[in-house]
């Protein structure tokens, strides 16, 4: 708990949740064993360092819910990891899984270092004996506990881990899926790069497209032409914008830790973030205008705000000179609860991130789905599709006499590949989990904003698992 913070981590998690509790009709029971973290294990363990020293590794992992299984969420390597942030951050996976349907409890992991100290090697030996403590204590495994990236770590860390349980467990057919983000070579699936801002393009889309919703903030419907900025040009925030540009939309400001650029004719993220490879920095980019501060792209008039960098930088201070009519929030918690209060007085529409930025964990369960499947997915029906849609169209010509066009002809002969499928199911995914938001915001007018609505819809699913589990008899 930071001393400015009057609450931890976990307790401003529990607030939410209590928050959105109210608009709920579950017994008090039922609501505290889904806040409740049902295992915390903590750990240390040694680990000798390339000049010979030992040093002793403090790290968690934690399971939020079991009323799904397995556990699953992300494993943090950072000095700022603690037992507090652990949980909190493995309730939160239970409620974003619950609110995309995506049929896990939550769970994170975290190792309390700085990757950057350390060699390859002894982040190799770090990683396979935090694994093995896992594995001793039956806290891993693609029916326990499924863990995934998160800060600090990714597909090599992966590796490390899929070989280490794979080969203290010999012989396990499903090992691949006990963990997720894998390299594509080693059990991953394709689609998981783009995956998050993806999904964020997706529940973004939809929300544009309710006719009500639209209306009442004034915008056309549909996503051609809406005004977009997106602050931090990493992975989300790069293939966000590049799925708005795609669909029509323009990208009028870009904004970098270095600074930020506007063009009201749009900008191109790809064009932007080869000149930033090129000169260190997104400022100069030729046919735009450097703003002064890399934050007054987030208080420029647009259609559609996506902050995908960091958290809290839309708060009490700022908030209010915000212009946007819809925030998208890529990034984890970049607005805080003073700033949800100042969106709901002005008529701004704050679209949350515990399920906008779910794209990551749905790929993530395609992936284990394809691991415990043993086989790609589009491997059985690819060529089957596509002689079957070639047969479907050469009648269709032969019958009218005309000739489709090459565009469309590729487009319908086409059978799909591993990534159109993932991506469909992305889609399916989001487009569901908002119109399950809406209908449950929609559904009673006390509640205040939709992060409220979706806690709502996520404490719903959990306490219904629960009960059907008969868990409470
Ligand atoms: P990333 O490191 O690839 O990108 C973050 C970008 O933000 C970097 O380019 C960085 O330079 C930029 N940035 C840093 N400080 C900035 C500032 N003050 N102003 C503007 N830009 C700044 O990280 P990412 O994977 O894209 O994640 C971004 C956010 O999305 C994080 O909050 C993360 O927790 C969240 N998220 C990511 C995923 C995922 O799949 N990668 C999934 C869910 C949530």
Redesign the pocket.
Known sequence: MSSNQPYSFFQSVEKSFDKAAKYTNWDLGILEQIKACNSVYQMRFPVKLDNGEIEVIEAYRVQHSQHKSPCKGGIRFSDEVNQDEVMALASLMTYKCAIVNVPFGGGKGGIKINPRKYSVYELEKITRRYTAELVKKNFIGPGIDVPAPD?GTGPREMAWIVDTYASLKPGEIDAAGCVTGKPITQGGVRGRTE??GLGVFFGIREVCNMPDVMQKLGLTIGIADKTVIV???????YHSAKFFRESGAKIIAL???EGAIFNADGLNEDEVFQHRKATGSILNFPGATNLAK??DALELACDILIP????N?INGENAPRVKAKIIGE?????CTPEADEIFTQNGILCVP?MYL?A??VTVSYFEWLKNLSHVRYGRMEKRFTENLNTKILGQIEELSGKRVSDENREFIMHGPEEQDLVHSGLEETMISATREIMDIWNSNPEIPDMRTAAYVSAINKVATSYLELGIFP
């Open positions: 800060y995956a998050t602050q931090g040009l990493g992975n989300v925030g904004a970098e830790y890399n934050t995908a960098a960091l958290e930088v890529a990034a984890n918690g970049p991130d930025n794209g990551g």
